[in-house]
């Protein structure tokens, strides 16, 4: 079974600056997919950036780049230019053969002005 | 593209009441899920939907919850009698049949509260 950590249960940065959240994960799987979600305070589950275990680039949308190392088992995630908005708790989920989700725990993520 | 529905947003009930939750999937989704999210937690899967069909159901507490998906569109979760650490959001979530991205797209859930 599949399992995901997220060692950081809260964070905070200031607005415009760089943070970055960790998660390490374990599986035996050699194809699968790794997914940062954000939930806002609203409760839906957004997706912010998908990385696929087979490329070895790592994915970048926007703001959001993930540092990922297949051999380590890590998957961070950096938010650069932090807003507001960003605020909310973050999820890493690892997606495997079943096409199942296996969640972290999260980490709340909070910008101050 | 309409997102995923669900309904109620809230519900409040008392102990060994009954509850049923209700989700509506992204139009041409043949894959449904639901999870559980306690307070603080990462979602949990309770139940896997092919169509309308069950893929996996391990993690559902069959005793008192039980959830259908007739006709392959629509999804009804129930929990019967309720406890109160029943208490948490519950998300429902599609994907299309075959999905070579694992992606899923969530509803903005349901929370329930058992007094």
């Known amino acids: 079974a599949q399992t995901v950590t997220q060692s950081q249960p809260e964070m905070s940065v200031q607005e415009a600056e760089t943070v970055t959240l960790s998660c390490t994960y374990d599986?035996?799987?050699?194809?699968?997919?790794l997914f940062w979600y954000k939930q806002p305070p609203s409760r839906q589950m957004i997706l912010v950036i998908r990385?696929?275990?087979?490329?070895?680039q790592n994915a970048t949308e926007n703001r959001f780049s993930v540092n990922f190392q297949k051999a380590a088992k890590s998957f961070s995630l950096k938010i650069s230019d932090s807003q507001l908005g960003d605020t909310a708790m973050y999820f890493c989920?690892?997606?495997?053969?079943?096409?199942?989700?296996?969640f972290g725990k999260g980490t709340l993520l909070t910008v101050n002005p | 593209e309409a997102g995923v529905a669900q309904s109620p947003r809230y519900k409040i009930i008392e102990k060994r009441q009954s509850v049923a939750f209700w989700c509506n999937p992204i139009?041409?989704?043949?894959?449904l899920y639901w999870y559980q999210q306690i307070l603080g937690q990462g979602p949990k899967l309770l139940i896997q939907?092919?169509?309308?069909?069950?893929?996996?159901d391990s993690q559902l507490p069959k005793d008192r919850f039980s959830a259908e998906r007739l006709k392959g569109v629509d999804s009804t979760l129930k929990i019967q009698p309720a406890k109160l650490e029943d208490s948490a959001v519950y998300l429902c979530?599609?994907?299309?049949?075959?999905?070579?991205?694992?992606?899923?797209?969530f509803g903005p859930g349901t929370r329930l509260t058992v007094t």
């Open positions: 979530a599609s994907s299309p049949a075959v999905s070579t991205t694992y992606e899923q797209y």
């Open positions: 599986t035996s799987e050699n194809n699968y997919y």
């Open positions: 990385q696929e275990a087979y490329k070895q």
């Open positions: 989920a690892f997606g495997g053969s079943n096409y199942k989700l296996t």
């Open positions: 139009s041409g989704h043949a894959t």
């Open positions: 939907f092919q169509n309308n069909g069950v893929v996996d």
